[in-house]
């Protein structure tokens, strides 16, 4: 998550923040030193919800894990039937006695020994170091799982709430009509790794913001619901919500897709931080303050 909240970073900019500027001058009136200009590019907010977001999810995925070994299979509707699984990770013990780990995915059988179905002499769908807590404690997992998952989902609310009270999502997240006509150009320039550069790089081009648009508005709504569907409890409370999602193993199956599609999205995330400048864009996070190189000197 992220915010420009200042095109033209002065001192009167991180004043009506509430956090100091970074010492790169001794002149109250210049904001620029040897061609480096410090804008204030993150908010407190954002940053608060970005790491407290960036816990949860690491949380709620190796937790979800752990609950996923429990019944290692994804089916579709109300009910699970072993022959009919849309997925699988599991041992399979060869003619030879030899113990392989088998994913299948719709009928097509692969081998994952080592990784998926069979690792460190144990038959498992996910290896221990990406399950939490502890390599087999699926009670513990659900709890974890469930305190994570509240976490999560009340950062989101104040996140989004924040937002749209401060224009922060319409203004930096909705892309403009001429970003939207320029999507062929921007996926180009991602290809060939090539980033903004100076001005242009404190702002978000068009695939950050459609990205981050789907993630708030499609993916996390989606993980939710279905999590909240699969729930005993709330499905007695509102029962038309698992029929939305196909029947309980229906929801389990997106819950699990949108689980992946975060961890891609992530993955994309954490490459173009370090691509574009891993110093640069975390202090950024932590700090707020972000560098632009190459910029003229403000007297």
């Not at 420009?4 to 109250?28: F, I």
């Amino acid at each position: 998550m992220a915010d420009r909240s200042s095109a033209h970073p002065c001192l009167e900019s991180a004043t009506s923040q509430g956090e100091p500027a970074p010492a790169v001058s001794s002149s109250l009136d210049s904001r620029a030193v040897d061609s480096v200009t410090w804008t204030y590019r993150h908010t407190l907010h954002v940053r608060i919800a970005h790491w407290v977001n960036a816990l949860c999810l690491v949380v709620l995925v190796m937790s979800g894990l752990q609950i996923f070994n429990a019944h290692p299979a994804l089916y579709w509707g109300d009910r699970s039937d072993r022959n009919d699984a849309l997925l699988s990770i599991r041992p399979v013990r060869t003619e030879t006695g030899e113990v392989k780990g088998v994913t299948t995915i719709f009928g097509h059988a692969f081998d994952t020994t080592g990784v998926l179905g069979y690792s460190d002499h144990r038959g498992r769908a996910f290896p221990v170091w990406a399950t939490l807590p502890g390599p087999q404690w699926l009670a513990m997992g659900r709890q974890w799982h469930l305190f994570f998952a509240w976490m999560f989902v009340i950062t989101g609310v104040f996140f989004v709430a924040y937002g749209l009270l401060n224009r922060h999502l319409s203004r930096d997240l909705v892309p403009t009509t001429v970003e939207l006509r320029h999507t062929g150009r921007a996926v180009k320039n991602h290809l060939f790794l090539r980033h903004s550069k100076g001005e242009a790089a404190t702002g978000y081009n068009v695939l950050q913001k459609l990205a981050y648009l789907v993630v708030l508005a499609v993916l996390a709504p989606v993980i939710v619901l279905t999590g909240l569907g699969m729930s005993p409890m709330i499905d007695t409370a509102f029962p038309w919500l698992l029929p939305l999602f196909g029947g309980r193993q229906g929801a389990r199956t997106l819950h699990f897709i949108a689980c992946f599609s975060f961890v891609g999205f992530v993955a994309v995330h954490v490459l173009q931080v370090v691509m574009t400048g891993f110093i640069n864009n975390m202090r950024s996070m932590i700090t707020g303050w972000f560098a632009v190189k190459g910029g003229r000197h403000d007297t």
